[in-house]
Antibody, heavy 123, light 112 residues
Framework: EVQLLESGGGLVQPGGSLRLSCAASGFTFSSYAMSWVRQAPGKGLEWVSAISGSGGSTYYADSVKGRFTISRDNSKNTLYLQMNSLRAEDTAVYYC????????????????WGKGTTVTVSS | QSVLTQPPSVSAAPGQKVTISCSGSSSNIGNNYVSWYQQLPGTAPKLLIYENNKRPSGIPDRFSGSKSGTSATLGITGLQTGDEADYYCGTWDSSLSALLWVFGGGTKLTVL
């Protein structure tokens, strides 16, 4: 069974940093691109970032570019999101999602989602 | 303001049919496949439709998807109270020489 388990969320002050992790199991992790998607309280889904299966290509939403870094360790079957210079508007549930293909693009969609981890940015 | 436009809410009676629209442009829906996601209250999103009109295994054929030009539509027939959820469309947007995934703002389905 394909499973994704996010961790690393918590309360952080504005300007602080946090690293989220997503442990994957049940599939060949290195063969699939992965994404992070967030959902602010009472709001809709917002795509944050994506990374190819090899980790060689990364993509970011304008709202996080330059502050967040997506990475992966295929030997550990784990996806990461390093979040720096956090702002109140980054408060959200962060979901890890498995991609449908090795690379992003026309045929890409998110076929399995984790349960999410909550990040709260507040003083 | 989302790049993809969905109605904030739709409603229908049990057993009836409902459609949810998703409007975009040539830089997103017009040149890429659309997928749809269902988010039941308090849970993570779940893939409902991919590549415009394909259903993952386990998704009943009451759910259907279509695309025409720069718009996509999710259809649900034989509505059940368990279908009450938020529904999101999504696709890639390749404008401004950047590749970004975009979601619609979401549509809340109420089964009266």
């Amino acid at each position: 069974e394909v499973q994704l388990l996010e961790s690393g969320g918590g309360l952080v002050q504005p300007g602080g940093s946090l690293r989220l992790s997503c442990a994957a199991s049940g599939f060949t992790f290195s063969s699939y691109a992965m994404s992070w998607v967030r959902q602010a309280p009472g709001k809709g889904l917002e795509w944050v970032s994506a990374i190819s299966g090899s980790g060689g290509s990364t993509y970011y939403a304008d709202s996080v570019k330059g502050r967040f870094t997506i990475s992966r360790d295929n030997s550990k079957n784990t996806l990461y999101l390093q979040m720096n210079s956090l702002r109140a508007e980054d408060t959200a549930v962060y979901y890890c999602a498995k991609g449908s293909n090795y690379v992003v693009g026309e045929y890409y969609y998110m076929d399995v989602w984790g349960k999410g981890t909550t990040v709260t940015v507040s003083s | 303001q989302s790049v993809l436009t969905q109605p904030p809410s739709v409603s229908a009676a049990p057993g009836q049919k409902v459609t949810i629209s998703c409007s975009g442009s040539s830089s997103n829906i017009g040149n890429n496949y659309v997928s749809w996601y269902q988010q039941l209250p308090g849970t993570a999103p779940k893939l409902l439709i991919y590549e415009n009109n394909k259903r993952p295994s386990g998704i009943p054929d009451r759910f259907s998807g279509s695309k025409s030009g720069t718009s996509a539509t999710l259809g649900i027939t034989g509505l059940q109270t368990g279908d009450e959820a938020d529904y999101y469309c999504g696709t890639w947007d390749s404008s401004l020489s950047a590749l970004l995934w975009v979601f619609g703002g979401g549509t809340k389905l109420t089964v009266l």
